[in-house]
């Protein structure tokens, strides 16, 4: 197996892993914290992709299993589905509407906070699985 | 280079060209006669990526430029990116709120028809770039 910057067995690919696991986990405590997100489809989305990811995902690849590694790298696009839906509904309710001056009782700070960790999550998620699939096609 | 489905110079590879070029073209079409859609960030933007998409690059992709393909190739996370951020703002107007059906105006089915033509296309885009991406992994 190539010596790739992420690489399983790498002290990178761990801080990675520790990195999609620490922003998804705040992700999802933000998500959390914001009262009624569980109505709206895309939030509820993206805090249970990313609090299912987090718990299955991040934290059993930081252990090197590599075989097992490569077949959930694959839900980094489901990931990014879940952070780009909750983002549409965002920028709706933001700026394309005035529903968040309007309605008051809408946490729309705290789903702009939780959007954009749930995107620097993916973004690390998808240095792992650009990496994974490199080494998967050049064995 | 590895004669894998999907590659450049296969018949199989311009007939994903093309599945991708007819079905961002349909997309494109469909949201254009939709009224008032340029007004929603997420509908604006999956027409706008989805336009330059269709025109630059699957058309110019079928003439077999490697070196050219590559990079445009990347842009599949851009047109996936469209489509979720759509398809989150179609589901929370459909079903999350009772937008479709109080605001007679609003081509929902018309945005949903866009949205799934979007997918599609992406979903070929998806296979071209997965096949692109290995052929350079494995050279």
């Not at 990675?16 to 999802?28: E, K, M, P, V, Y």
């Not at 980094?76 to 309007?102: E, K, M, Y």
Request: net charge positive.
């Amino acid at each position: 197996m190539k010596d790739l910057f992420g690489s399983p067995g790498q002290v990178s690919g761990l801080l990675l892993r520790i990195g999609q696991c620490l922003f998804a986990s705040a992700s999802i405590g933000v998500m959390a914290s914001a009262s009624g997100f569980s109505t709206t489809t895309a939030f509820w989305y993206t805090h249970t992709h990313t609090h299912t990811h987090t718990h299955t995902h991040s934290l059993s690849l930081s252990l090197c299993i590599f075989s097992v590694a490569i077949i959930p790298d694959v839900t980094s696009v489901l990931s990014l589905a879940a952070a780009c839906s909750a983002t549409g509904v965002v920028i709706l309710l933001s700026r394309d509407t005035n529903f968040c001056r309007v309605e008051k009782q809408l946490a729309c700070s705290t789903f702009k906070i939780s959007v954009a960790l749930a995107f620097v999550s993916w973004f690390l998620l998808a240095i792992s699985s650009f990496v994974m699939f490199w080494l998967l096609a050049s064995v």
